[in-house]
């Protein structure tokens, strides 16, 4: 069983920038990927990006290319979200998710392919 717990979520005007955390517990195997995903009010969950435990591949979505970076810690089993140049449009609950399973590319973006979830925690950019 795998725990995941989000925080620094929080409140940040247009064009500044705010890191999130995913601690994670329980066994994290080498080969399990992990990736946040975040939802507005009246919209679907959206894939933000996504990266491999055991090397550096990373993928992301296409609103937040160039702006966002996923990054992991293997020795706290933690990952980071930075987000920079955030748009109020980034205002959404984010949430951290993790899978066991093998993914690359487009096969990371989907719900489907994770197992384990965070509570989220609540990113809002004012204008």
């Known amino acids: 069983q795998v725990q995941l717990v989000e925080s620094g979520g929080g409140l940040v005007q247009a064009g500044g920038s705010l890191r999130v955390s995913c601690a994670a517990s329980g066994r994290i195997f080498s080969r399990y990927a992990m990736g946040w995903f975040r939802q507005a009010p009246g919209k679907e969950r959206e894939f933000v990006a996504a990266?491999?435990?055991?090397?550096?591949?990373?993928y992301y979505g296409d609103s937040v290319k160039g702006r966002f970076t996923i990054s992991r810690d293997s020795a706290k089993n933690t990952v980071y979200l930075q987000m920079n140049s955030l748009k109020p449009e980034d205002t959404a609950v984010y949430y951290c998710a993790a899978t066991p399973r093998y993914c690359s590319g487009s096969g990371c973006y989907g719900i489907r392919t994770y197992d384990y979830w965070g509570q989220g925690t609540q990113v809002t950019v004012s204008s």
């Open positions: 990266i491999r435990w055991s090397g550096s591949t990373t």
